[in-house]
Nanobody, 127 residues
Framework: QAQLVESGGGLVQSGGSLRLSCTAS????????IGWFRQAPGKEREAVSC????????YYLESVKGRFTISRDNAKNTVSLQMESLIPEDTAVYYC????????????????????WGKGTLVTVSS
């Protein structure tokens, strides 16, 4: 059974760091794009960062550029998100998501581009 399993969420103070990891297993199709989304209370789910295609084009939400770094290990079927200089506005449930076809616009990844979702991991940044 295909699944995406996230780990690494937790509580951190403002300015701190966290590393999220996602392991993909059981997929019978190649994953063309994989990345991280988040959803804060009362807000819509948004793409945070994504790696797409064979060229590994990376997308970052404007507000996390320079603070978050995405990486993918194809041999281990994992994708990680290193989050630095966290701020309270980063508080959300973070979801790993995968797509079987590359997003039509890898520079603007959307929820509808993704085919499979993990259950999410909570990141809480205290002020």
């Amino acid at each position: 059974q295909a699944q995406l399993v996230e780990s690494g969420g937790g509580l951190v103070q403002s300015g701190g760091s966290l590393r999220l990891s996602c392991t993909a297993s059981g997929f019978t199709r190649d994953i063309a794009a994989i990345g991280w989304f988040r959803q804060a209370p009362g807000k819509e789910r948004e793409a945070v960062s994504c790696i797409s295609g064979k060229d590994g084009i990376t997308y970052y939400l404007e507000s996390v550029k320079g603070r978050f770094t995405i990486s993918r290990d194809n041999a281990k079927n994992t994708v990680s998100l290193q989050m630095e200089s966290l701020i309270p506005e980063d508080t959300a449930v973070y979801y790993c998501a995968a797509a079987f076809t590359a997003p039509p616009d890898p520079w603007y990844v959307q929820v509808i581009d993704m085919d499979y979702w993990g259950k999410g991991t909570l990141v809480t940044v205290s002020s």
